[in-house]
C-alpha cells in the first residue's frame, strides 16, 4: 500500500512538472517585424499564456517604435521568454498604411519561425478595423480606416522537444519517487514531535501547541480573508503571552535559578538559539541577498520590523527585561506566587496606561510603536498562578470543569465574529481598540485548557493538525507573508485574478506548513535540541 500511494504521488508530481515545462517552454524570446509605415506608431506584441480567462490584456503585451520610413525597417519586440499560446500583432493605435515585409517569432526552446508575405496573408488575420489585409508582391498590405489596427497569428506556435516535455518530467519524477522511498517522516523533527513529545519539563502540554497553532491561523486569516482585517493582532497577544507563559516556567518551580550565572547564561543562550537561527536566515535570503541592504541591518539589529517582522523587536526588547523582572519577584517579591500574580497584574495595568512611545519608541508598520510589555507580564502572571498558586492542578469539581471548558471554547469560537460591527457596538477589531482587554482573554485561553483537564476546550486544542502548525509556528508565522504573495502573483499572472478569501486562506495554510516543517526541522531544531533527546520547543 505504502508503495502505490509513492506511485500515485510520483505520477501527480510527473504530470505536474509536465504541464509546467510545457508551460514554460512555449515561450517566445522575441518577435521582429519588417515594415513600412505612413506614420510614426508603436508595434505592440500582445500574447495570451493559455491559462487565463482574459486573451489579450495590456500586461501582457510589450511593444516598439516603428518610424515612418521610405524604406523596409524592423524593430524588434522582446517578450522576455514570456509564456506564449497566440499572438496578436498591434499596428498603432489610429487609421494607417502599413507594409509588411516580415514577420518572426524566436524561441530558445523551439525552432523559430519567419513568415514572409505569403505566409503572412495565409496565416495571420486582420481585426474589423483593418478595410485591407491582402498580398501585394514582396509585402502584405495593411489599411485601416479605423483605431487599433490588428492582425492575429492563426497558427498555434511550436514546443519543446519531447526530451524536455516528457523525459525530463520523467526522469524528475523517479527521483522524486526514489526520495519518498528513502525518506522517513519521522526523521522529519517538525513530525516527530507529534508523535513522541519529550520530557523536558516533566508534563505534556499538548493544548499549548494547539493554541500557539490557533494563534498562526489566526493572522493567516487576518492577511488573506478581508473580512477578518485586524482578527490577526489577537493571535499575536496569543503569541506573546504564551511566550512569557513559557519563559517563566521553570523560574516559578525554581526561584532561585535567577541567581545562578550558569543557568541563565544558558537560559538566554537557548532562548536566542530559539529566535535568531531562523530570523536571520529570514533576513538574510529576503532582504540582504535582495539587495534591501539598510532596511536588512536594521532588522538584523532588531531596530526595524517591517510587515509582520514588528514582533520580533517586541519580543528582543521584553527578554532584555526579562531578568530584571524574574530578579525583582525573587528578592523583593520572596517567590510568592499570589503575591507576584497581583503585582505582574498590576505593572501590566501601568504599562497600558503609561508606558507610551515617548518613552520606548520600537521601529515596526513603518511607524513608531509603544513596546507591549503588558502581554508578556500578563503571560508571566499567567505561569505563576499556573505553576504557583494552582501547582499545576485540575479544577476538582466536574461541573465547574465543564462550565470552564466550554466557556473557552465559546471564547475561542467567538474571536472570528470580534471584527463585526455587530458584536458590542464596535466598529472595529477588539484587540485594536481594547488590547489589555484581549491580552487578558489571552491568558485566559491558556489557564482554561490546562485547568480544565480533558475538557472540550483542550480535546480540541490538542488536535494534531493544530498541534502541528503549533509545533512549527515561529516558521509558519515568518513564512506565511511570502507564501501568500507567491499564490497571488502566480493567480494573476497565469490567470488574470485576484485571489483572496477561503481558497487564499488554504493555500497558504498548506503551503506554508510544508515549508515551515522543512525549516523548522533543518534550521530552527537543530539549536534547540536538548543533548541526548528528541528535544521540545519551549
Excluded at 494607417?96 to 513568415?115: A, K, N, Q, T
Excluded at 497581583?342 to 521601529?363: E, G, P
Excluded at 495554510?509 to 519551549?538: C, D, N
Aim: proline residues 4%; hydrophobic residues 50%.
Amino acid at each position: 500500500m505504502k508503495t502505490f500511494v509513492q506511485g500515485v504521488l510520483s505520477l501527480l508530481f510527473y504530470l505536474t512538472v509536465s504541464f509546467l515545462v510545457t508551460l514554460t517552454t512555449t515561450s517566445l524570446d522575441n518577435v521582429t517585424v519588417t515594415a513600412m509605415a505612413d506614420q510614426d506608431m508603436v508595434v505592440r506584441v500582445y500574447y495570451w499564456n493559455g491559462v487565463s480567462g482574459k486573451r489579450f490584456v495590456e500586461k501582457r503585451s510589450f511593444g516598439s517604435i516603428l518610424r515612418r520610413s521610405d524604406q523596409p525597417a524592423t524593430v524588434k519586440i522582446s517578450l522576455n521568454n514570456s509564456p506564449v499560446k497566440a499572438v496578436r500583432i498591434d499596428f498603432g493605435e489610429r487609421p494607417c498604411r502599413v507594409r509588411i515585409f516580415r514577420i518572426g517569432l524566436y524561441s530558445h526552446f523551439f525552432p523559430g519561425r519567419e513568415y514572409g508575405p505569403e505566409e503572412i496573408a495565409a496565416h495571420f488575420t486582420a481585426n474589423g478595423a483593418v478595410s485591407r489585409f491582402e498580398q501585394q508582391g514582396d509585402h502584405v498590405l495593411l489599411l485601416a480606416g479605423e483605431n487599433d489596427p490588428q492582425i492575429l497569428l492563426q497558427d498555434s506556435l511550436g514546443r519543446a522537444s519531447r526530451m524536455v516535455r516528457y523525459v525530463l518530467p520523467a526522469i524528475l519524477a523517479g527521483v522524486f519517487f526514489l526520495i519518498l522511498r528513502a525518506v522517513r517522516p519521522g526523521n522529519l523533527a517538525a513530525l516527530r514531535l507529534l508523535q513522541a513529545k519529550p520530557v523536558a519539563t516533566g508534563r505534556n502540554y499538548d493544548c499549548l501547541d494547539g493554541l500557539r497553532g490557533f494563534a498562526a491561523l489566526l493572522v493567516v486569516a487576518d492577511h488573506t480573508m478581508g473580512r477578518f482585517t485586524g482578527m490577526g493582532l489577537m493571535g499575536v497577544w496569543i503569541f506573546f503571552t504564551l511566550s512569557g507563559f513559557l519563559l517563566a516556567r521553570s523560574f516559578v518551580r525554581q526561584p532561585g535559578m535567577v541567581l545562578d550565572p550558569q543557568y541563565m547564561q544558558t537560559y538566554c543562550l537557548r532562548r536566542m538559539q530559539r529566535i535568531l537561527p531562523m530570523y536571520f536566515s529570514y533576513i538574510v535570503i529576503f532582504f540582504l541577498l535582495a539587495g534591501r541592504f539598510n532596511s536588512g541591518l536594521r532588522h538584523l539589529f532588531f531596530l526595524e520590523g517591517a510587515g509582520h517582522l514588528w514582533t520580533i523587536p517586541q519580543e528582543m526588547f521584553f527578554y532584555l527585561l526579562l531578568p530584571g523582572v524574574l530578579i525583582f519577584n525573587y528578592l523583593v517579591l520572596a517567590g510568592r506566587s499570589r503575591l507576584i500574580v497581583i503585582v505582574l497584574l498590576v505593572a501590566s495595568f501601568c504599562c497600558s496606561q503609561f508606558l507610551s512611545r515617548d518613552i520606548v519608541r520600537l521601529y515596526g508598520l513603518g511607524k513608531d510603536l509603544k513596546a507591549y510589555v503588558e502581554a508578556f507580564l500578563i503571560g508571566i502572571a499567567a505561569s505563576y498562578f499556573y505553576f504557583g498558586v494552582m501547582e499545576e492542578q485540575v479544577i476538582t469539581a466536574t461541573w465547574l470543569r465543564r462550565i470552564l471548558g466550554w466557556t473557552g471554547l465559546v471564547l475561542l469560537c467567538s474571536i472570528p465574529l470580534w471584527p463585526f460591527r455587530p458584536v458590542a457596538g464596535i466598529n472595529s477589531f477588539l484587540a485594536h481598540n481594547f488590547p489589555l482587554l484581549t491580552m487578558m482573554l489571552a491568558a485566559v485561553l491558556i489557564l482554561l485548557p490546562l485547568l480544565t483537564g480533558e475538557s472540550v476546550l483542550s480535546r480540541l486544542l490538542s488536535l494534531s493538525w493544530l498541534r502541528a502548525i503549533g509545533i512549527v509556528g515561529f516558521s509558519y508565522y515568518l513564512l506565511h507573508p511570502k507564501v501568500i504573495t507567491l499564490f497571488k502573483r502566480t493567480a494573476d499572472y497565469y490567470l488574470d485574478r485576484v485571489v483572496t478569501g477561503l481558497p487564499l486562506f488554504l493555500a497558504t495554510g498548506v503551503m506554508t506548513y510544508l515549508l515551515a516543517v522543512l525549516t523548522f526541522s533543518y534550521i530552527e531544531y537543530p539549536f534547540i535540541r536538548p543533548q541526548g533527546t528528541a528535544g521540545k520547543q519551549s
